[in-house]
């Protein structure tokens, strides 16, 4: 699964995700080709040869088109695909150039199935009937309870926040709580397409652990 980067603060799980599905849904990824057996590609990638390729994107893309790296293989994330498709042919364009090869992906982001979705190249059958059965997979209908702990001061805020989150994704939503003196063991049972549900658990272990450190951080604070 390609997942988005978690949520770094309480209380924004539903909405940082929400966001970021209408901006960044188109992603190029560049990676060495097995014959690119000279590295050409790693030295573009890191500037180390001109014309370098962020220097390249920079150049022809729109401003809002993000650029980064892993190494040796480089990644660009816009808004449509008229703007990640200016930054593939300029990709191509100096690869050409300078006689690199590497293996040239585009990606869609898909919200029903939370994860990125390759458009180019063409796909195979094979890869199409893939796909096809990752999508039924993701609309069947499931029912799974979650088991999540808060602390007493967020306690609250915890649930109505994945509350709010469940219903933003259109699921069933029950809660069920076992209060302790310090902190609660919170059972969310959630019902909707498997999907939805697995997005849903995502979110719950992340706002989780955002709430632990707001926890923390208040009851250190010498106020």
Do not use: C
Request: hydrophobic share 40%.
């Amino acid at each position: 699964m390609g997942a988005r980067p978690p949520p770094l603060a309480a209380g924004h799980y539903a909405r940082h995700m929400a966001a970021d599905e209408d901006e960044k849904d188109w992603r190029l990824r560049v990676a060495p080709a097995a014959q690119d057996s000279g590295g050409v590609l790693h030295r573009l990638v890191r500037g180390v040869r001109r014309p370098d390729l962020a220097g390249e994107i920079s150049r022809i893309a729109p401003h809002d088109v993000v650029v980064t790296h892993d190494g040796s293989v480089l990644f660009a994330y816009a808004g449509d695909e008229g703007a990640i498709t200016l930054v593939r042919e300029a990709v191509e364009g100096v690869l050409a150039n300078e006689s690199g090869s590497a293996d040239v992906t585009v990606s869609h982001w898909d919200v029903e199935l939370d994860d990125w979705l390759r458009v180019y190249p063409e796909l195979t059958e094979q890869e199409r009937a893939s796909q096809d059965e990752m999508r039924r997979t993701a609309e069947e209908i499931e029912t799974r309870t979650i088991v999540g702990r808060a602390g007493v001061e967020v306690r609250r805020e915890f649930v109505e926040t994945m509350q709010r989150w469940a219903g933003e994704l259109g699921l069933e939503f029950s809660v069920a709580e076992n209060p302790h003196l310090l902190e609660s063991q919170v059972a969310f049972t959630v019902q909707g397409p498997r999907g939805k549900v697995a997005e849903f658990a995502r979110g719950l272990d992340a706002e989780g652990r955002a709430m632990i450190r707001t926890e923390t951080t208040v009851m250190l604070s010498p106020l």
